[in-house]
């Protein structure tokens, strides 16, 4: 079975300081890999995800990940935090070679970013 | 376009009662469905999953069960709730396994 490890579980910081929160996971098979960003209050939205193809990922809001594969990991950066990107943000697997296809989520890391 | 709806949104039951929560999707056919439960200060756990009716899979041990009465509808329920049965309860589903849409959750407290 999948596991994903999120290491960082609060993180502070000012506005415009540069963004990187850890994300691995552990499967030895094929995987889709995916972050989402939960606004207080809101639902979960999709930020990115990569299924294959170019390892580095963008996505929304200036959001971009890079998958390596040699270290199972799955990085989410930011070059200039705002106020706004203020969430909790969790990482997910699935497995792409079962059927089972569910995501498997690491605990989340709350982004606290102080203007 | 897929919607999915789920509700309550909000619900408060004394210890040992029963429990009900509803997930309908919309605007698809045999998608895979599931309940996830995060938990205070915790992440999304996967509870349930089910890739068609009838068709019903457990991920952790506990005092829920889930049903799929029709191709999108999908019922996580319990005889008897505990404490520890608090938490924000997601469904969610997925045509591939390639995108998920996530419900509005539910959240329950159990007194």
């Known amino acids: 079975a999948q596991s994903v490890s999120q290491h960082n579980h609060h993180v502070i910081l000012s506005e415009a300081a540069s963004l990187e929160l850890g994300c691995n996971y552990s499967?030895?098979?094929?995987?889709?890999l995916f972050w989402y960003v939960q606004y207080p209050g809101q639902h979960l939205q999709l930020l990115l995800k990569?299924?294959?193809?170019?390892?580095l990922v963008k996505g929304i809001k200036g959001f971009e990940a890079e998958f390596i594969k040699s270290k199972f990991s799955f990085n989410l950066r930011k070059p200039s935090v705002q106020w706004s990107d203020t969430a909790e943000y969790f990482c997910?697997?699935?497995?792409?070679?079962?059927?089972?296809?569910?995501?498997?989520f690491g605990s989340g890391t709350r982004l606290q970013v102080q203007p | 376009s897929q919607t999915i709806h789920q509700w309550p949104a909000t619900l408060v039951q004394p210890v040992g009662s029963p429990l009900s929560l509803e997930c309908t999707v919309e605007g698809t056919s045999n998608p895979n469905l599931y309940w996830y439960r995060q938990a205070a200060g915790r992440g999304l756990q996967l509870l349930f999953y089910?890739?068609?009716?009838?068709?019903i899979s457990s991920e952790v041990p506990q005092n829920l069960s889930a049903s799929r009465p029709q191709d999108r509808q999908f019922i996580l329920s319990s005889k008897k709730l505990l404490l520890s049965d608090s938490g924000f309860y997601l469904c969610?589903?997925?045509?591939?396994?390639?995108?998920?849409?996530f419900g509005s959750g539910t959240r329950l407290t159990v007194v």
């Open positions: 997910a697997v699935n497995a792409g070679d079962t059927g089972r296809r569910a995501l498997t």
């Open positions: 089910s890739v068609g009716i009838g068709q």
């Open positions: 990569y299924f294959s193809g170019d390892p």
């Open positions: 969610a589903w997925s045509p591939t396994g390639k995108g998920y849409t």
């Open positions: 499967y030895g098979g094929t995987v889709n």
